[in-house]
């Protein structure tokens, strides 16, 4: 399961409230489970803390809405009624696990490998779904010459790729990769028939990076 959220819970058992207590935690697991939920962590507090609870508890979901249709189902909501008459000092809290970015080179390498695989098929749907909404990008001749902006905009340069090169555009060789801050430079050779003639060229493209996406693109032609 994907955890997109976290939901703590810490609690102490009112003392002779320990069946009820059991008896809640027994009926809960299954509705948890049925939300897509479930459980990362139990146990007691730590003594040397600034508050030390009986009960503590991990529970994960793979989005928000899931938690809040495991809150709100009904069955849950008359569970509750338990868990109130048996606990006190209930706390909750849930957030956000925070992602942790890859470094730019790691993206732009994986972004690179769905680049030459849509020079060489024409299938570019893996190297959008890496692209930015707001990507811009620049192509230097032709009638795509200038700068762009957009993944659609982008999806329709690449629609011209495959038409100038039908049979696919093939990299024979990557001659070396640069990374300076967000922005990653790729070198390589290339070949393929462009509208019925044989080509070979000698290219670099820039992928600008931003958390893991390509948010810029440009490409430069060499002899």
């Known amino acids: 399961m994907s955890v997109q959220i976290v939901l703590i819970t810490q609690s102490n ?8 207590y059991q008896q809640y935690i027994q009926q809960t697991i299954p509705l948890l489970v049925k939300h897509g939920g479930g459980v ?3 146990g007691a ?3 040397g803390g600034t508050h030390q609870y009986v009960n503590n508890a991990v529970l994960t979901f793979p989005s928000q809405e899931a938690m809040q249709q495991f809150l709100a189902d009904p069955a849950y909501r008359e569970l509750s009624a338990l868990q109130k008459t048996a606990v006190q000092d209930l706390h909750t809290a849930y957030f956000t696990p925070r992602r942790q970015t890859p470094p730019p080179e790691q993206v732009a390498r994986q972004a690179f490998e769905h680049f030459r695989q849509g020079l060489a098929s024409g299938e570019w749907q893996p ?8 990507v811009v990008f620049r192509f230097p001749i032709g009638e795509w010459k200038g700068v762009h902006e957009g993944k659609e905009r982008m999806a329709q340069f690449f629609a011209y790729v495959r038409s ?16 300076g801050g967000q922005t990653v430079l790729f070198e390589f050779e290339d070949e393929g028939t462009l509208r019925g003639n044989p ?15 390509i948010c810029g693109y440009r490409e430069y032609f060499g002899a």
């Not at 058992?13 to 009820?20: H, N, R, V």
């Open 164 to 179: 100038a090169y039908p049979d696919g555009l093939f990299i024979t060789q990557v001659h070396s990769v640069a990374t």
């Open 45 to 47: 507090g730590i003594p």
């Open 127 to 134: 190297f959008l779904d890496m692209v930015a909404e707001d």
């Open 13 to 20: 058992i009112i003392e002779g409230q320990e069946k009820t």
């Open 199 to 213: 080509y070979h060229g000698r290219v670099i493209v820039a992928f600008d990076v931003r958390a893991d996406k």
């Open 40 to 42: 990362a962590f139990v």
